[in-house]
């Protein structure tokens, strides 16, 4: 089941992100192709309008591939023929697509669900919240000086600390205090202060006793600040994957997400059919708005990349050789068809 899941969650992804660049190409007059789902071989095709539609082997990935895309060509609809401000929009379409899906599975979660806050609903005895004079109904707005906006934020926050003393920002009847806490490690070896954060039910939700509803524009801001936050973690993760305070060993790749999903799926049916769908909605929303993230990196082969050199020949005031735009992007795929091999041994070898 957790193979099913996991191939309708990438399908889902790929599928949005692509249609991105489809609609957006379509827009600006743009020449589409080929619209596929899936990478290697044809399982089936239909053409329609002059586009190939198809369906591939492999359940990772797709393409929208237009014309003009990877040579020079003079023909109108070509996208190398095109303006700077169209190409941007094209090639950023996907991602943006890709965010706009996580946002609105977050919004989903958020009225149906509801969320937890940074407000304390209660800190736990002998803590060091407890310590510090925290109590219920203060609001945190800050750790070390970084804002905090949800309580993702705050365990985030706290994620990267190893018991050094923390400069905690809280709100209290209007006012805004601050004081140090040292964060305590706990059993699964996270760092914590020590308190139990308030919750809010969906707007959508039954009610619950002892619990507020939150309000739309609450649903909203909240679901705002969930995209903010993953991708604040991509480009942390990212960063300290390149300055070595990740160990490579940390990444996953398609596979290790397959057991995520089942290990989420097998802890979640236990639950209720409801939580199945929470839960994988929710894995679908942070993969969603990672894939966004990541594509937008100015890497080679990827859409950053293109946008890059989009960049360089309006600063330049003319185009890149399309010859030697085409070999960086062929070797940028070639490193990342590399990576993608090592990732997947790594999650072999982790399940192993």
Known sequence: MSIIIAILVFGAIVLIHELGHYWAARKCGVTVEEFAIGMGPKIFSWTKNNIVFSLRGIPIGGFCKMLGEDDESNDPGALNRKSIPQRTIILAAGAMMNLA???IIFLFITLFSG????TIHQ???GSPAEAAGLRSGDRITRLNGTSVNIFGDVTFELSGNTGSPTEVTYVRD?????TTITPYKAEDGSYKIGFLASGRTGLFE???EGYERAGAWESLTTSAFEIAFYVKVTIVSLVRLVTGQLDMGQLS???GIVSVIGEAYTESVKVSAWAVVLNMLSLCAILSANLGVFNLLPLPGLDGGRLAFVFVEAIRRKPLPVEKEGLVHFIGIVLLMILAVFI???DIKKLL
């Open 206 to 208: 039954k009610r619950v």
């Open 253 to 255: 790749g398609p596979i």
């Open 115 to 118: 969320f937890s806050t940074t």
């Open 344 to 346: 997947a041994f790594n």
């Open 174 to 178: 209007g006012q805004i205090h601050t």
């Open 101 to 103: 899906l996580a946002f």
């Open 123 to 125: 800190t736990m005895p």
